[in-house]
């Protein structure tokens, strides 16, 4: 997968260099390009926002700019040779923005199997919207929030996007069973969070590891995981909760659900 990043702070992708992502670049199923985009600005400061139409605080980011750095990425800028840019095709676009359709492990696994991203990391009051307008008719353009609260700029949220895609790529994690059993992985275990998980020694600090996790049977280790699963969803996570599948549970998740008097399907208001 090829991965572009335009950013005015191209020093925060620093952790793109270690870990997961680090060893996938080292070995090439990771082609990551970082720019600068103040080197396709013009003028001797190298300006790249400038005050908002129809007034109010903060400052926006140029078109012009954007347009000729995203043009450059693309290949399609001027004077670049047809059919030049890796892949021959052209990449899809993900604009963060706190406006933009939530990020999920669904849109993570759908990204995972393109090609080429352009992520371009908006700063100040966001980019301006006629840049979306023009590159929405010539690449798959989306505009994602990773939550909801309000960062600074796009770049803490490619971060996050890059790793969610990163470690679902073919040959990224070590154990390929990981990426698929997680929290939020499609599959029977949706709308449930994983439980506690232990290692050595037994007892820490006086604090021993569930007598059941040490009994080698298997049946009761999973019906555990599944009890305790369902307790942090109820606790954590009960909008989770709510939407479990009653066809999915069986007799024992509902007398747990009842102990903890918890109504599946039912949006929690007494929980
Ligand atoms: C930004 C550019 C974001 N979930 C999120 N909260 N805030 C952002 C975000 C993204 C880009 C810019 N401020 C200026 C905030 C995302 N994604």
Redesign the pocket.
């Known amino acids: 997968m090829r991965l572009d990043i335009v950013s005015i702070f191209p020093e925060y992708f620093a952790p793109l260099d270690v870990s997961l992502i680090g060893k996938a670049r080292e070995r090439g199923t990771l082609d990551v390009r970082v720019h600068q985009l103040r080197d396709w600005a013009h003028d001797v400061h190298r300006t790249v926002d400038d005050t908002p139409y129809g007034g109010g605080p903060g400052m926006v980011m140029k078109p012009e700019v954007w347009g000729e750095a995203i043009d450059t990425v693309c290949g399609t800028a001027v004077g670049a040779v047809a059919g030049t840019a890796a892949g021959g095709g052209s990449p899809r676009m993900i ?4 406006s ?1 359709r939530p ?1 999920s492990q669904e849109l993570a696994q759908e990204l995972a199997e393109e090609p080429w991203l352009l992520f371009a ?7 301006d919207s006629r840049v979306m307008e023009e590159y929405s008719s010539r690449l798959r353009v989306d505009e ?11 770049e ?2 490619v971060l996050v996007m890059v790793e969610a895609i990163g470690r679902l790529l073919p040959g990224v994690l070590g154990n390929a069973q990981s990426a698929v059993d997680d929290s939020f992985a499609p599959g029977s275990m949706r709308n449930l969070v994983e439980g506690p998980v232990y290692t050595k020694p037994p007892v820490w600090r006086g604090h021993e590891v569930p007598a059941v996790l040490l009994s080698g049977h298997h049946g009761n280790v999973a019906r555990w995981r599944r009890d305790e699963a369902i307790r942090r969803t109820v606790r954590n996570r009960p909008e989770l909760a709510a939407e479990l599948d009653p066809e999915t549970l069986d007799k024992r998740d509902r007398k747990l659900l009842e102990e903890l008097s918890f109504r599946v399907g039912q949006k929690d208001v007494a929980n």
């Open positions: 604009v963060p923005t706190p933009g990020f990391c908006g700063r100040y009051e966001g980019i994602v929030s990773i939550g909801d609260y309000v960062l600074a700029g796009g803490v949220a």
